[in-house]
């Protein structure tokens, strides 16, 4: 076998831009620069109907308050890019989640030339993406109608455009801050243009603005603003519902336009004082270069080697995923001190904030990722936790930015249990404390925060099918696990036994729903009778965007108590079997017609396993619990391999805000978080011959699996520090203090490893 030791630059462009067959089996043994690993468009050709990940090639820094994005998508929709698309409308700065979730304060610059063309559709260019260039921290793309040239690099609340213009005078900048309110003024003797946009898609939001500043380098030759399709030329400013500027320039062949840009959900003031901090006198190849170094430091946190090039490029494209959301939403005002308009009072308040994001989808695995990878910025997501509940009352179970009626819940307990037994420490566990306290026990004022249901729930130990309460046995099931979570945090931070013992009771409650005459999760009415229309294969109903052979494992706080309702390990064992065996029927009349998930699920040929939506995700990992860990490693590397690639349609269903991409991760490491708000990870098997994860504590944990291949995925044996180790689980604590972990791997199952009860992962059932 040919192995490459270093890849430069020019022969990665080369593997990335063919399709020759030598491209996905050579081996690959170290690289540098993990960014030019990164595809940020993979994900993108998606529709409502079918999502390969539902993602737009997000122009940012880690976290950052503000992303960029070429929009291919009309104003106002959520699919702002999609690969299939041949025409760009603008370069939109967002704040967006996911299509489905839309976006906030977005506002777009497009350079046309060849007339005043402001309208999203007569500036609308086509393009091509091979004039197209796209990374995480540049993108680059031509304009084809306009004969432009447009860069964008970005910092966490600025960015700097340069647009390659060809010989005209009648070349022009369009700004749109889109329409529900907007505002700008053109500011001539600066080379200045100032404005705001109040457009939002989700939640009641109060003193909303989006203030932001664009610094030219250039003077302009023309001022003019618009409102909806009206041009005012001339005119200076304009304030209304759909307000706009263009500006003129004359322009040379090759004449180059920069533009500096910077925003602030604060003010004007501070929207300026973000660009002259983050930007300053900086060129766009010095902004470029620190944007780089940055995605580079932060993704070489994690080192593999030994993998093909579209695994490492799968790899590094879902851990760019990850390093997104939630995402920042404070700002450091004049006198350095952290402060963020709050979504919840519209004051301007001292303390961090984040938004964007659904703990349905991220408590499972994207947040344990940042609690084991990057703990410091978690720790700054709880300090904003505690905000959230200071400001709104309530803990937000999706942000965006502030309190989202969707999805079911009370995840954040998940969220903020698991950071606190994985080790952050420095922010307000008490008001936390109370947060959870409170949202487990009340209905809030909307179905999406608190508990729907709760007092049917607290008096039942189950929410009924038949009392209006939509969705009633995931909210359930999902209710049982959080009531373990807040178990466990007060637990650790040392709340009396008699306050949280009924928590830790309340976990149980998933017991009330399991049907033994199906072996499977059941819809209960409120006087104890099981629902009448159950059909084990019908989507909705009781459930959350799948059905009961989907949601019947979410049991992640008592596995071995799932066990023995179904009958023993063998049944159990049989029953994870016939996920991927039994045909991919479904029924979707509760919808009236194929959503997405049921769709991808359908086509994804894994039988009932629908890895493209969450509730399933974890379930590959519970032959470890039975005695069989050999098919969990079977099933995750066949997962790896069917249902991700480094292509635009390389995810099997959203990506969902880096929980999709965060399976990919921890899969790939070897070892997945089942349970959150305990210390383990279940194990699977290592993806890659070599990985080194850099904690930020200076420890660093090496995984060496010399023998590993597409054949040889079963493990032989393990060795942690160079001791036989038999568990089919780690402990975070102990990975955090370093550690190496080397594999034997083989191409047959050791069907004598980790069948001992003593090798089994944590279940509360188990806890004495």
């Not at 699919?79 to 506002?107: L, V």
């Not at 001339?234 to 263009?246: L, N, P, R, S, W």
């Not at 593999?304 to 997104?324: A, K, M």
């Not at 399991?514 to 072996?519: A, I, K, L």
């Amino acid at each position: 076998m040919f192995y490459i030791k270093r890849v430069s630059l020019s022969y990665l462009f080369l593997l990335v831009f063919t399709q020759f067959s030598f491209a996905q089996t050579e081996i690959i043994d170290s690289i540098d620069n993990p960014v030019d690993y990164v595809n940020p468009l993979m994900g993108t050709d998606s529709s409502p109907g079918l999502s390969n990940g539902n993602t737009y090639p997000a122009v940012a820094v880690p976290w950052g308050m503000n992303f960029w994005t070429p929009q291919t998508g009309t104003m106002g929709d959520g699919w702002a890019y999609t690969y299939n698309a041949n025409k760009i409308r603008g370069f939109k700065q967002t704040h967006q989640p996911s299509p489905w979730m839309n976006d906030y304060g977005q506002f777009a610059l497009m350079p046309v030339t060849g007339g005043m063309k402001f309208n999203q559709e007569d500036r609308a260019s086509w393009f091509s993406h091979k004039a197209e260039e796209s990374t995480p921290y540049y993108y680059k793309v031509y304009l084809a109608d306009h004969d432009v040239t447009v860069e964008l690099t970005p910092t966490e609340r600025a960015a700097q455009f340069r647009m390659t213009f060809p010989k005209a005078d009648s070349s022009y900048v369009v700004i749109d801050p889109f329409d529900k309110g907007s505002y700008v003024k053109v500011i001539p003797e600066e080379n200045k243009i100032i404005g705001y946009t109040t457009k939002y898609a989700r939640g009641k939001l109060t003193n909303f603005k989006n203030y932001f500043i664009i610094q030219f380098d250039t003077p302009f030759s023309d001022v003019n603003t618009w409102e909806s399709n009206t041009l005012a030329k001339g005119q200076a400013e304009m304030k209304a519902d759909h307000a706009g500027a263009i500006v003129g320039f004359n322009t040379k062949n090759g004449a180059v336009v920069n533009a500096k840009v910077a925003s602030s959900f604060i003010s004007f003031e501070q929207a300026q004082l973000n660009l002259n901090r983050e930007i300053g006198n900086e060129d766009f190849e010095q902004t470029k270069e620190n944007a780089r170094e940055l995605w580079n430091e932060k993704l070489g946190r994690i080192e593999v080697g030994g993998g093909t090039i579209d695994q490492i490029r799968t790899f590094y494209s879902c851990l760019y995923r990850t390093l997104f959301f939630p995402n920042k939403l404070y700002e450091i005002n004049e006198k350095e001190e952290i402060v963020h308009w709050s979504p919840y009072t519209g004051e301007i308040l001292p303390g961090y904030m984040f938004a964007g994001t659904g703990f349905w989808d991220t408590f499972r695995a994207l947040y344990p990722f940042l609690n084991l990878a990057y703990p410091s910025i978690n720790k700054e997501m709880q300090a904003g936790l505690a905000n959230d509940f200071k400001e709104g009352g309530w803990l937000p179970e999706w942000s965006s930015p502030g309190y989202a009626n969707i999805m079911v819940g009370n995840n954040s307990a998940s969220v903020v249990a698991d950071a606190y037994i994985k080790g952050l420490r420095g922010y307000d566990t008490e008001t936390l404390w109370k947060a959870l306290v409170n949202g487990a026990n009340n209905e809030g004022p909307i179905t999406a925060v608190g508990r729907a249901g709760a007092p049917y729930y607290n008096r039942l130990g189950y929410v009924p099918y038949d009392v209006g309460v939509n969705e009633s046995a995931a909210r359930t099931l999902e209710y049982a696990y959080d009531d373990f979570a807040i178990y466990q945090f007060g637990k650790a931070i040392g709340k009396p036994k008699k306050e949280i013992k009924i928590y830790k009771e309340r976990s149980m409650n998933y017991k009330n729903l399991f049907d033994p005459s199906y072996g499977l999760m059941r819809g209960k009415n409120e006087d104890g009778s099981w629902q009448q229309d159950f059909n084990p294969f019908k989507w909705g109903n009781p459930f959350t965007e799948g059905n009961s052979w989907h949601y019947s494992w979410s049991v992640f706080h008592d596995v071995q108590g799932l066990i023995d309702l179904i009958g023993g390990e063998k049944n159990f064992v049989k029953k994870l079997d016939s996920v991927f065996s039994m045909p991919p029927i479904f029924d979707e009349s509760v919808y009236g017609g194929v959503i997405h998930e049921i769709r991808e699920m359908q086509i994804a040929d894994m039988g009932q396993y629908a890895h493209g939506n969450q509730p399933i995700q974890h379930m590959i990992y519970l032959y470890n619990y039975a005695g069989a860990p050999w098919k969990t490693q079977y099933w995750a590397r066949e997962t790896m391999n069917r249902m991700y690639m480094p292509t635009p349609d390389g995810y099997c269903g959203d990506e969902d805000n880096g929980q999709t991409s965060a399976w990919y991760v921890f899969s790939a490491m070897g070892f997945y978080p089942v349970a959150p708000a305990t210390d383990q990870y279940v194990l699977g098997a290592p993806l890659f011959k070599h990985m080194t994860i850099k904690f930020e504590n200076g420890k660093e944990l090496v995984i060496n699996a010399p023998e590993n291949s597409n054949e040889n995925r079963y493990i032989e044996s393990i060795k942690v520090n160079g001791k036989t180790y038999d568990k089919n689980w780690l402990s975070h604590s102990e990975l955090i203090k370093g550690m190496t972990i080397t594999y034997e791997m083989s191409n047959e199952p050791n069907t004598d490893r980790g069948t001992d009860k003593s090798d089994y992962p944590y279940s509360l059932t188990n806890d004495k």
